[in-house]
C-alpha cells in the first residue's frame, strides 16, 4: 500500500475526534452513574476470548455468530473470538465467576467489534452500554428494565419525540407449536411478518392449520384489542399464548403509567433475533432514525452454557449512535511558562474548577495553542481568566 494511503482506516471503522469523543464520554460517565443508582454493578469483560465460550448465544443466534471475527491463539492454537457483544460474557459472570443467589444486576460499557456492520450507516466497533438482570422472570423485572433504558436514553437528552415498540415472541411461537408447524413453514411465516407482506400472508395461510389466526397475528400485529376479537377461541385458551399476551398487554399499561408522555407501539411480529430471545422484546426510536436507540428484551436459560439457566433480561445501546451529530467546543486556557507561586497557584485552582489550563512551554505563545480559548493574566496583581 503507498505511504499515502496508510492513514485510511477499514470501512465501518472511524476515529473520534475531541469535540464528539467529550460529548460520548460524559454520556457514559452520566450513564453509568446512572445505572449504578439503580443497584446495576458494573463490571469489565475481555475483550477476546474462546469461542465456546461466546457462543452461549451465537449457538441461538446465527447473526451474531457471523457478527464475530475469529483468530487462532498463537498460545494454544484454540479458536478465539473478538466480543460482538457484550451479554454472553456477562451471563458466563452470573452463571460461573460470579455466581449470587437471587436477583442479580450488571451494567458494562466497551467496544464490541463486528465482521460487517450491523444497519445502514453504522459502525463495525460501536461502544456498546448495557444492563443485564438475572434471577427474576417476573414481568416487574422486563418492566423495571424498560424503565431503566428509557431513564438512560433520557439522560443523553434524547426522550422528546422517541417512541418505544413493544412484542413478544412467546405469541408467535406458542401459535407454532399449538399449530405442529415444521422449521420450513415457521421460516416462512417469520419472512412474511418481517417484511409486513399481508397479500402473501393471507395466501400462504389459507391451507395452514389455524391460518386465520396466523394472519390475524400479521393483520392485528399493532392493536391488541382487534388482534384478541380476530383469534379463535382456541388459540385464546392456550395456556402459553395467553401468559404471553398478558405479559405484553401489562407491560404496556405499566410503562404508560411510568412515562404518559411516551408513545408505545405494539408489534407481535417483530421476530429480529427470534431464536434468542424467549419472552418480551423492546426497543427505542427516535425521529429520523432508522436505527433503534436501545434494544433488548428477554433470555432466559442464557447462562445454561455455563451450567447455570437463570431467567434474564437486559438491554444494550451504542453510545457512539446516541451522541451522532452531537459535538461539545473545547474550552482552552492558556497560562504564562513561570514558576511563580501565585501563578501555579491559580493554575491549580483554575484546573479544579474543572476547566483545563495549558501552561506554555519554552518560546511558545499563543500561536502555538490555536484551540485556546482563554487565557490567564495578571490583572492588577490578581490572576484572571479572560477570553482571547
Known amino acids: 500500500m503507498p505511504i499515502s494511503e496508510t492513514w485510511l482506516l477499514p470501512d465501518g471503522v472511524a476515529d473520534v475526534l475531541p469535540e464528539q469523543a467529550q460529548v460520548i464520554e460524559t454520556l457514559r460517565r452520566n450513564a453509568l452513574d446512572f445505572l449504578a443508582s439503580r443497584g446495576y454493578q458494573l463490571v469489565y469483560t475481555p475483550f477476546i476470548e474462546y469461542i465456546e465460550s461466546l457462543s452461549s448465544l451465537s449457538e441461538s443466534n446465527q447473526d451474531l455468530d457471523l457478527?464475530?471475527?475469529?483468530?487462532?491463539?498463537?498460545?494454544t492454537g484454540r479458536l478465539l473470538g473478538v466480543r460482538a457483544d457484550m451479554t454472553p460474557q456477562v451471563a458466563r459472570i452470573d452463571a460461573h465467576v460470579h455466581p449470587v443467589e437471587g436477583v442479580a444486576r450488571y451494567c458494562y460499557a466497551g467496544t464490541v467489534l463486528h465482521t460487517k456492520p450491523q444497519g445502514f450507516n453504522t459502525t463495525r466497533a460501536p461502544l456498546q452500554l448495557g444492563a443485564e438482570l438475572f434471577g427474576s422472570?417476573?414481568?416487574?423485572?422486563?418492566?423495571?428494565?424498560?424503565?431503566?433504558?428509557?431513564s438512560l436514553i433520557e439522560t443523553a437528552n434524547l426522550v422528546e419525540g422517541v417512541h418505544l415498540d413493544l412484542g413478544h415472541?412467546?405469541?408467535?411461537?406458542s401459535l407454532v407449536k399449538h399449530a405442529d408447524l415444521n422449521k420450513t413453514t415457521e421460516r416462512r411465516l417469520s419472512d412474511l411478518y418481517q417484511r409486513k407482506a399481508l397479500p402473501e400472508l393471507a395466501e400462504f395461510t389459507k391451507e395452514l392449520k389455524f391460518g386465520s389466526d396466523f394472519y390475524a397475528l400479521g393483520r392485528y400485529a399493532s392493536d391488541l384489542t382487534a388482534l384478541q376479537s380476530n383469534l379463535s377461541a382456541e388459540i385464546l385458551q392456550d395456556q402459553a399464548f395467553k401468559q404471553?399476551?398478558?405479559a405484553l398487554a401489562t407491560t404496556q399499561v405499566e410503562i404508560q403509567a411510568r412515562w404518559p408522555n411516551l408513545h408505545i407501539g405494539i408489534d407481535v411480529v417483530?421476530?429480529?433475533s427470534y431464536h434468542y430471545h424467549t419472552g418480551l422484546m423492546y426497543a427505542v426510536y427516535a425521529p429520523n432514525r432508522a436505527a433503534p436507540l436501545a434494544q433488548g428484551g428477554?433470555?432466559?436459560?442464557?447462562?445454561e452454557h455455563f451450567g447455570?439457566?437463570?431467567?434474564?433480561?437486559?438491554?444494550?445501546?451504542d453510545l457512539y449512535a446516541l451522541c451522532a451529530g452531537q459535538f461539545q467546543a473545547i474550552e482552552q486556557i492558556v497560562a504564562p511558562k513561570g514558576t511563580d507561586a501565585a501563578l501555579l497557584a491559580a493554575i491549580a485552582q483554575v484546573r479544579r474548577n474543572g476547566l483545563s489550563v495549558i501552561q506554555l512551554l519554552g518560546e511558545d505563545d499563543l500561536t502555538s495553542i490555536p484551540n485556546a480559548t482563554h487565557q490567564l493574566l495578571n490583572v492588577a496583581g490578581e490572576w484572571k481568566v479572560e477570553k482571547i
Not at 67 to 75: G, Y
Not at 169 to 173: I, K
Not at 298 to 303: A, F, Q, S
Open 137 to 150: 422472570d417476573s414481568i416487574d423485572a422486563d418492566v423495571e428494565m424498560i424503565d431503566v433504558m428509557l
Open 169 to 173: 415472541v412467546g405469541l408467535f411461537r
Open 67 to 75: 457478527a464475530t471475527f475469529k483468530v487462532i491463539d498463537q498460545l
Open 298 to 303: 428477554r433470555y432466559d436459560g442464557i447462562g
Open 270 to 272: 417483530e421476530l429480529r
Open 244 to 246: 404471553a399476551f398478558n
Open 308 to 317: 447455570r439457566a437463570r431467567p434474564a433480561t437486559g438491554f444494550s445501546c
